[in-house]
């Protein structure tokens, strides 16, 4: 295969950026569905937590979209593309399921996805300029914090919400695989401060796009 330009590579970036942010996206898996239907509608209240955890999920693969474009844009390494790439694909499907599913609810993506994206970004492009060993511990520790918040939004979501709660059990089961494969991989412990840190811009992020 031909290996891209700069310019190819940038206009490439832009594309994608471009479609992540403001595309519609169609899934390579069938969106997950509960075991058995209940029948139970939501409440008006239940609803709106739904949108809102859901919109915060969206943002979470805006973001992962970025991270994993980024990172594979910065490492020279194939096998390490490839991963990225493939991981990508999947996140790819997470991010088709959460879109549909505010749909279904009546809600609305983040009016703040490009900011979300751009930020993104720039974080993967710092952590593959160190190394690869750094870029594969910051995506360890960012799929382990997407983990633990995938979580709590399953403790949260209304019990009657049984289509909320089939997509976000098996986006937590991807993230959690993801994040196994970056430390078999090589990815190295990031630095405590660097933990905080991305934890503190992770709780910005949340309670920012719970609402916008």
């Given at each position: 295969?031909?290996?891209?330009?700069?310019?190819?590579?940038?206009?490439?970036?832009?594309d994608?950026?471009?479609?992540?942010?403001?595309?519609t996206?169609?899934?390579?898996?069938?969106?997950?569905?509960?075991?058995?239907?209940?029948?139970?509608?939501?409440?008006?209240?239940?609803?709106?937590?739904?949108?809102?955890?859901?919109?915060?999920?969206?943002?979470?693969?805006?973001?992962?979209?970025?991270?994993?474009?980024?990172?594979?844009?910065?490492t020279?390494n194939?096998?390490?593309?490839?991963?990225?790439?493939?991981?990508?694909?999947e996140?790819?499907?997470?991010?088709?399921?959460?879109?549909?599913?505010?749909?279904?609810?009546?809600?609305?993506?983040?009016?703040?996805?490009?900011?979300?994206y751009?930020?993104?970004?720039?974080?993967g492009?710092?952590?593959?300029?160190?190394?690869?060993?750094?870029?594969?511990?910051?995506?360890?520790?960012?799929?382990?914090?997407?983990?633990?918040?995938?979580?709590?939004?399953?403790?949260?979501?209304?019990?009657?919400?049984?289509?909320?709660?089939?997509?976000?059990?098996?986006?937590?089961?991807?993230?959690?695989?993801?994040?196994?494969?970056?430390?078999?991989?090589?990815?190295?412990?990031?630095p405590?401060?660097?933990?905080?840190?991305?934890?503190?811009?992770?709780?910005?992020m949340?309670?920012?796009?719970?609402?916008?």
């Amino acid at each position: 295969m031909p290996t891209l330009s700069r310019t190819d590579q940038v206009i490439s970036l832009l594309d994608k950026a471009l479609s992540t942010v403001f595309g519609t996206h169609s899934a390579s898996r069938p969106t997950p569905r509960p075991a058995s239907d209940s029948g139970a509608s939501l409440s008006p209240q239940e609803r709106a937590l739904s949108v809102s955890l859901m919109r915060v999920n969206h943002v979470g693969e805006v973001c992962a979209q970025a991270l994993y474009d980024s990172q594979a844009l910065s490492t020279s390494n194939p096998a390490l593309k490839a991963q990225f790439a493939a991981a990508a694909r999947e996140e790819t499907d997470h991010l088709a399921w959460t879109e549909a599913r505010l749909t279904e609810l009546g809600g609305r993506t983040s009016w703040l996805n490009p900011l979300w994206y751009a930020g993104a970004f720039g974080l993967g492009v710092i952590a593959g300029r160190i190394g690869d060993a750094a870029s594969l511990g910051f995506v360890v520790e960012t799929e382990r914090q997407v983990e633990q918040h995938l979580m709590l939004h399953l403790d949260r979501l209304p019990a009657t919400d049984a289509e909320s709660r089939a997509i976000v059990a098996q986006m937590r089961e991807d993230e959690a695989r993801h994040a196994n494969a970056a430390e078999r991989a090589g990815g190295a412990p990031l630095p405590l401060p660097v933990r905080w840190a991305m934890r503190g811009m992770a709780k910005l992020m949340t309670a920012t796009a719970h609402h916008i």
